[in-house]
């Protein structure tokens, strides 16, 4: 223990207040800028997909698998990887209805 006694090593607890840990995040966001990337717009009628799948009311797979669907010839070279995981969450989507259904 390197010749230090316990009083001299002040072993805080769980509960232990320090007014420099404790304080909450604060985060500076400037909600001014549009967060959303181009390759999620529409280029013609400008829809969002996060809006779209808003409106249908989509769940997490449905939702994730549009996403990635409709970035897919905009946001990589090839359209592959984001098919792939548009179809592997498709699947999720229908295992978890299988599930449901069991």
Request: aromatic letters at 12%.
């Amino acid at each position: 223990m390197s010749g230090k006694t316990n009083t001299q090593i002040k072993v805080k607890n769980k509960y232990y207040w320090d007014m420099d840990r404790n304080k909450p995040f604060k985060k500076s966001i400037d909600y001014s800028k549009d967060k959303t990337p181009n390759y999620y717009i529409g280029k013609v009628y400008g829809y969002e997909a996060r809006k779209v799948i808003e409106d249908f009311d989509l769940g997490y797979n449905c939702g994730t698998a549009l996403s990635y669907i409709v970035r897919a010839k905009r946001k990589h070279e090839t359209s592959v990887d984001c098919i792939q995981k548009a179809i592997n969450h498709l699947e999720f989507e229908l295992d978890k209805i299988k599930n449901l259904n069991k």
